[in-house]
């Protein structure tokens, strides 16, 4: 546990439970006010069966979106617990910034329930390794905070360190969809050991266009996984939010 991790490890036992999305105070750890917990955008079918985007019709259990037709991912099935939007992305940079844990438990709860069939046909939950640009700067991983959260809610094993970095690449923000790509290609390497012949469910905070994901599950496939599944807290699902 890093410094900043322990100072809020410590706030969270001597300072009275706020909410995760305001500073009103809440009857436990981990708990949002009913007015913005009903702003929250769930992602609720009908979505695309493949990357987990929102469909606007329901086409049956099969159904993928454009992209997903256009050019399969490597991953073979995505899930996101939220829309990544104004409100979710206080979540996700609370916890990725601001080192803040105690929502934990429930993004956890609701990771499982979005992601539930994949995770019932999981062997092994791994978090995506953090980049290169945020170690030097923080101790802390919050893909691995979900990863091991996720695997003590649903009882699945994890394996944080499965997966790891081999190239040092510049920050994804602010890159087009193609050069996201193009700047992760290469550059995770998975533990043979650790996930030949597995179904391997890789956990990050958001799916952004899913570069990230795609160069990852290479990695699992190059070290033998059977089956690639994504689960990650948000996703984006409007185009003009992936340069968040
Ligand atoms: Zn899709």
Redesign the pocket.
Known sequence: MGSRGAVAWLADLVWPPRSLLSDALVAAPGAIEPELWAKLSFLTAPL?A????PLPQDEGEAA??G??IAEPPVYDRARAALAYDDLSSRLVLDLKRGGRRDGLAVFAAWMAQAAGPLIAETDLIVPAPLHWTRLAARKFNQAAWLAGALARRTGKPWAPEALRRVKRRPSQAGLSASERRRNVQGAFAASKRAVAGKRVLLVDDVLTTGATAEACARALKKAGAATIFVATLARVVRAEDVSL
């Open positions: 695309c493949r990357c987990g985007r993928a979106c992209p997903c």
